[in-house]
């Protein structure tokens, strides 16, 4: 099977904790990782917060709920409690994969990128689809 796009490697881990700020605290002052950014991402109610995980090419996203309550960060806590969120991959041309899965009968949770953080452009695939995780599809801006 010829694939018209490319995965560049793991871009994320998303993280759902109970307490976003223990969480950053932890990655920061017990294992040294180095915060490189928050960010607000509107489209998915969400605020995050970077750390590089020991490469340049991959960082854990602590996500929080931007409002109490609110979003798919608050839903997911509410069903399933803490824990990892999504593993999300970098691809090289992402309407070139979510052309390409939806094609191959893949259930998409968006069939168009949206915008995500570091005006990156993103897509889900349903947990359906890929063993009840759910994967993020993430292509860098420049990319």
Known sequence: ???????LG???????PKESQVLCQF????LGLKFTNEELVPSQQTRTYFFESGSNSSH???LEASEPGLGPIASFLAKKG???HHIALRVDNLLAALS?????G???IDKQPRPGAHASKVA????RACGGVLLELVELNGE
């Open 82 to 84: 803490a824990g990892i």
């Open 124 to 127: 889900f695939i349903h947990p």
């Open 10 to 16: 793991v871009e994320h881990i998303g993280l759902a």
């Open 106 to 108: 893949v259930e998409l």
């Open 60 to 62: 854990l996203e602590v």
């Open 1 to 7: 099977m010829t694939h018209p796009f490319k995965i």
């Open 100 to 104: 390409f899965l939806e094609a191959q």
């Open 27 to 30: 990655l920061g002052k017990m």
